[in-house]
């Protein structure tokens, strides 16, 4: 935390206060979802290197598992759903700031709760624009051999 404060001066909510202390959550949090797409990641690969086939297509098999798993999951469970949070979030707190006279706290909170109500809304269809966006590029380019389905 900074120095004491004089008397009578004004407490600063993000230096003076543990509020401070929420970018390392935030970070944590980036690590966690990278660490969640990775795993999902690596346990696809491991588990298309187990399917039975002639060794010749088993690379190939296994290195588009893993490329196909971690481009989607990137982007559908990560890169996608955190932009628009983010902009529901800004937009329902420029919108409350407009709107009404809440005080900031309540309007804060109310944003997050929004942000958070959302993610149910638009996990499917998320995914399944990932889904359409993978097959309109990057899975054209695999090998037949290592072709995933859809997710």
Known sequence: MSEPQPRGAERDLYRDTWVRYLAAVVWLSYGVASSYVLADAID???????????????S?????????????????????PGFT?????????????TATRWPLA??????TALGLLTIPIIIHPIDRSVDFLL?????KLYPTVGKPSSS
């Open 44 to 58: 696809k690969g491991k588990k298309a290197g187990e399917v039975p086939s002639p060794e010749a297509g088993r």
């Open 106 to 111: 309540v309007r804060k909170w109310t944003t």
């Open 135 to 139: 097959d309109s590029s990057l899975r």
């Open 85 to 97: 949070i983010n902009r529901v979030c800004a937009a329902s707190l420029y919108v409350l700031g």
């Open 60 to 80: 190939a098999r296994v290195t588009v598992a893993v490329v196909d798993t971690f481009v989607w999951q990137a982007l559908a469970s990560v890169a996608i």
